[in-house]
């Protein structure tokens, strides 16, 4: 089935990804596809009666679970760095620019 990914900057993207996919599946093909961090990843599924929020206990869970179908619209958003983390980088101004 063919998914609609929206990343909190408004941008759009599509995922291809098996009917029985897992929550899992879903993230790896988006980390593959657009080189993410799976492991920050927070979906919100866009439903007509209300939005869900899946949680990382639910990667085992299928799709369908959470009533994703073909041409379902998902929210991308991402937990913040902690300092430990390999991809968390903090900027500092140059002395000379502080003035």
Known sequence: MKLVVE???G?????QVEDDATIDDLKK???GQENLARERM???VDSK???QLISKEDDGASLADFGVQDGSHIYLFFN?????SPYYHLFT???SLLG
């Open 93 to 95: 101004l140059p002395e």
């Open 49 to 51: 009666d209300e939005n």
């Open 11 to 15: 941008n759009l993207f599509y995922v």
């Open 42 to 44: 927070i979906l919100i």
């Open 80 to 84: 913040p760095l902690n300092i430990e």
């Open 7 to 9: 990343i909190l900057t």
């Open 29 to 31: 093909e988006i980390e």
